[in-house]
């Protein structure tokens, strides 16, 4: 069965510098990959997906991520980060054409950000 | 605006009493489904829907029913809920081979 594992569970960054939250898969097949976010009280909001083509994908809010086949891991990034970004980040996958059509989500990572 | 409407966002309830978590989608998709959030588990599907009329379980099913009556709605049916259904639950739509939308989420407390 295919599975995500999001290895930090919380991390702490100061306002402006770099983020970089880690995502790994465990699939057989070719995954279509999604990170989404959660801000405190909301639901979850798309910021990103990988289906095919350039490995690197742009998302909304500055956010972008990288497909590394090879590592089986899509990592989120962001050069520089606002106190907005505080929330609760989970990278998803899902079996591309498979019929269920779910994702299978990450545990999440709770991103703080100092002032 | 296209929008993914669960109700009630916030309910507490006493075991063994019925109760609904209505969700409804105006964007026409067929594939509607049902996680729920707990902490240090992430997000865990209970049922989705292909389609009108089709239902499929999902990883944690016990204890819920659901319906797709209609492409627009997918209810959450909690026939007897336990206090091991406390949780945070969300709606998700989307089209087939795409990204899901999501509800804001509804939290459900059973005593």
């Known amino acids: 069965a295919q599975s995500v594992t999001q290895p930090d569970i919380h991390i702490t960054v100061s306002e402006g510098a770099s983020l970089e939250l880690r995502c790994n898969y465990s699939y057989g097949a070719t995954p279509y990959l999604f990170w989404y976010v959660q801000s405190p009280g909301q639901g979850l909001q798309l910021l990103l997906k990988y289906f095919s083509g350039d490995t690197l994908v742009q998302g909304i809010k500055g956010f972008e991520a990288e497909f590394k086949r090879s590592q089986s891991s899509f990592n989120l990034r962001k050069p520089s980060v606002h106190w907005s970004d505080a929330a609760e980040y989970f990278c998803?996958?899902?079996?591309?054409?498979?019929?269920?059509?779910?994702?299978?989500f990450g545990k999440g990572t709770h991103l703080i950000i100092q002032p | 605006e296209a929008q993914v409407t669960q109700n009630p966002r916030y309910l507490i309830t006493v075991t063994g009493k019925k109760l609904t978590v209505t969700c409804s989608q105006n964007m026409n998709h067929e594939y509607m489904s049902w996680y729920r959030q707990d902490p240090g588990l992430g997000l865990r599907q209970i049922y989705y829907s292909m389609n009108v009329e089709v239902t499929d379980k999902g990883d944690v099913p016990e204890g819920y029913k659901v319906s797709r009556k209609e492409k627009r709605n997918f209810p959450l049916i909690l026939e007897s809920p336990s206090p091991n259904q406390t949780s945070l639950y969300f709606c998700?739509?989307?089209?087939?081979?795409?990204?899901?939308?999501f509800g804001e989420g509804s939290r459900l407390t059973v005593l």
């Open positions: 998803a996958v899902k079996i591309a054409g498979g019929g269920a059509d779910g994702l299978t």
């Open positions: 998700a739509s989307g089209v087939r081979g795409g990204e899901l939308f």
